[in-house]
């Protein structure tokens, strides 16, 4: 169990969880209308970005060399961090969500948005290493907003974000990036 503290202090597990805490409370308070709910559909999907940038920080470790080399095999591990990271979105959204009695927000697309930020975030710091991990969720999410209404399917692929649970194209690309993160992070691990 020592191991497991020293992993998650090492990982600023700590800091990142009451970032996304706060960052939860912040966005939903902030975002709600006069009465009572969130004011835009966008709420539940910035509320997740925030979630899984606060805990981006914690996909590298202090020392990548020594985690490249450890005797003990990190594979397993990278995958449970991310998916945990993922879960902990969720949680924290479905967690505002239950206290807000008049939200629109499924539990579908808390799962689906979540599982496909957690997989962008986990490509981010394969590619850029774990502290710009956050770039690609960020730059997904800025063009997802101002992009113009999806009406064919590369549009709907590009604005997964924010299409209605059940869109074949919203579930599939989030799949393919909660599946590519997930593999290519716990293989590869982050950059350098």
Request: charged share 10%; net charge positive.
């Amino acid at each position: 169990m020592r191991w497991l503290t020293l992993y998650a202090r090492s990982r600023q597990v700590p800091a990142s969880l009451a970032a996304v805490v706060i960052g939860t409370v912040l966005v939903w308070t902030f975002a709600r209308d006069g009465g009572g709910g969130p004011a835009d559909s966008k709420v539940p999907v910035f509320v997740l970005v925030a979630s899984v940038v606060a805990a981006s920080i914690g996909l590298g470790g202090q020392d990548l060399a020594l985690d490249r080399t450890a005797a003990i095999p990190w594979r397993l591990r990278r995958a449970a961090h991310v998916l945990l990271v993922g879960v902990v979105a969720a949680a924290a959204l479905l967690t505002a969500r239950a206290v807000d009695e008049e939200s629109w927000v499924t539990t579908a697309f808390i799962v689906r948005d979540s599982a496909g930020l957690t997989g962008l975030v986990a490509l981010g710091a394969v590619l850029g290493g774990a502290q710009y991990a956050w770039t690609p969720p960020i730059a997904w999410l800025s063009y997802t907003v101002f992009a113009p209404s999806p009406t064919s399917l590369p549009t709907r692929v590009a604005s997964w974000m924010l299409l209605p649970p059940g869109a074949p194209a919203a579930t599939w690309t989030a799949l393919a990036l909660a599946l590519t993160g997930t593999a290519a992070y716990a293989f590869a691990g982050p950059r350098r």
